[in-house]
């Protein structure tokens, strides 16, 4: 036999072992068939008790989404603007081990949790409310943009930097001229994507009480308004569809006037 075609004993027993280990992990699970079929049974009922949607409370519904689009908005403006320095600290490239190590910490702490834990905790440090949602989903901008931020600019072209650096520009003009410019598209399109991540967690966090229009889904859950609950879900996904179309039109707008920066050079 070939060894173009000799059996990889290893790949197959790798693959036996995890069927193995799949059909153990779901006998563990109690992953029955029965309870699949019958959880189809009571999903059927649960969409038939949500149609038609009715808005019981409008003013209850506007007054949510309003908030959830403002703990996204503001959250994501504290992460980016907390996120430039760490991430910048956390670039291997351009700062000392001292500098990147406790950065990299920072960054690695944030991303550690996810968003909902995080708003617990802070739900019990400052109490129920947006200001918790609005903690909780800046600590995960931080980790996102942060560590992203720092991922580009360790990727750029030294070339630049270089040639700046001979100028005898101070450390600053290096970041404005050397490195900014060559991440730049790069950091609008984390931004951009970190605000659109927000406006969907924003209604996971306000589910343990850190505001936003998951208290009023949670609310409409318990007292089993399930019309309600479906308008309220059409109405998040309405906004988020909004918000992505937004983003969408910022990087646009941004990236034409990046690209169209040396053209105009050109032609002067």
């Given at each position: 036999?070939?060894?173009?075609?000799?059996?990889?004993?290893?790949?197959?027993?790798?693959?036996?072992?995890?069927?193995?280990?799949?059909?153990?992990?779901?006998?563990?699970?109690?992953?029955t068939?029965?309870?699949?079929?019958?959880?189809?049974?009571?999903?059927?009922?649960?969409?038939?008790?949500?149609?038609?949607?009715?808005i019981?409370?409008?003013d209850?519904?506007?007054?949510?989404?309003?908030?959830?689009?403002?703990?996204?908005?503001?959250?994501?403006?504290?992460?980016i603007?907390?996120?430039?320095?760490?991430?910048?600290?956390?670039?291997?490239?351009?700062?000392?081990?001292?500098?990147?190590?406790?950065?990299r910490?920072?960054?690695?702490?944030?991303?550690s949790?996810?968003?909902?834990?995080?708003?617990?905790?802070?739900?019990?440090?400052?109490?129920?409310?947006?200001?918790?949602?609005?903690?909780?989903?800046?600590?995960?901008?931080?980790?996102?943009?942060?560590?992203?931020?720092?991922?580009?600019?360790?990727?750029?072209?030294?070339?630049?930097?270089?040639?700046v650096?001979?100028?005898?520009?101070?450390?600053?003009?290096?970041?404005?001229?050397?490195?900014?410019?060559?991440?730049?598209?790069?950091?609008?399109?984390?931004?951009?994507?970190?605000?659109?991540?927000?406006?969907?967690?924003?209604?996971?966090?306000?589910?343990?009480?850190?505001?936003?229009i998951?208290?009023?889904?949670?609310?409409?859950?318990?007292?089993?308004?399930?019309?309600?609950?479906?308008?309220?879900?059409?109405?998040?996904?309405?906004?988020?569809?909004?918000?992505?179309?937004?983003a969408?039109?910022?990087?646009?707008?941004f990236?034409?006037r990046?690209?169209?920066?040396?053209?105009?050079?050109?032609?002067?």
């Open positions: 036999m070939s060894a173009a075609f000799r059996p990889n004993w290893w790949a197959r027993g790798g693959w036996i072992a995890l069927a193995i280990y799949v059909v153990y992990a779901a006998s563990r699970l109690e992953f068939w029965a309870r699949f079929v019958t959880g189809l049974d009571n999903g059927a009922r649960f969409l038939g008790r949500m149609f038609p949607p009715i019981a409370q409008p209850t519904l506007v007054s949510g989404l309003v908030e959830s689009l403002e703990i996204a908005i503001l959250a994501s403006f504290l992460g603007v907390l996120a430039l320095p760490i991430g910048l600290f956390a670039a291997r490239n351009l700062m000392p081990w001292w500098a990147t190590w406790p950065a910490a920072l960054i690695a702490l944030c991303r949790f996810h968003p909902v834990i995080v708003a617990i905790v802070f739900v019990k440090a400052v109490g129920f409310g947006a200001l918790a949602g609005i903690l909780a989903l800046t600590v995960a901008s931080i980790g996102f943009i942060g560590k992203l931020f720092a991922e580009a600019i360790e990727e750029i072209s030294p070339r630049q930097v270089e040639a650096r001979a100028t005898g520009a101070p450390f600053a003009s290096v970041i404005a001229y050397g490195v900014l410019p060559q991440v730049f598209s790069r950091f609008v399109g984390f931004a951009t994507y970190q605000l659109d991540s927000n406006l969907r967690n924003s209604t996971m966090v306000g589910i343990v009480g850190a505001g936003g998951g208290g009023t889904l949670f609310a409409a859950f318990q007292r089993f308004d399930y019309d309600f609950v479906c308008a309220i879900l059409i109405s998040i996904i309405a906004m988020i569809m909004v918000g992505e179309l937004l969408r039109w910022v990087r646009g707008v990236l034409e990046r690209a169209g920066r040396p053209s105009e050079r050109v032609d002067e």
